[in-house]
């Protein structure tokens, strides 16, 4: 078995772990983006949290799924 074959069974773990970080950094980057256009006053350090709580229970959920 190769290098990438040895490393898939963790990357797949991880890939929806990832899905999630950037699914939450996408929503904290439009928020900054609507505060810097004045369209809307979202506290985008209150998104903050997410980046870390959303891959947490992702990996948690995946674990007893």
Avoid: E, H, M, N
Wanted: aromatic content about 10%; glycine content about 4%.
């Amino acid at each position: 078995c190769s290098g990438a074959c040895r490393w898939s069974k963790y990357l797949t773990d991880w890939s929806f772990a990832i899905s999630v970080i950037t699914c939450a950094a996408a929503a904290a980057a439009a928020a900054a983006g609507l505060r810097l256009l004045r369209v809307s006053t979202l506290a985008v350090g209150d998104l903050l949290p997410a980046l870390v709580v959303a891959p947490l229970l992702t990996l948690l959920v995946t674990q007893f799924y």
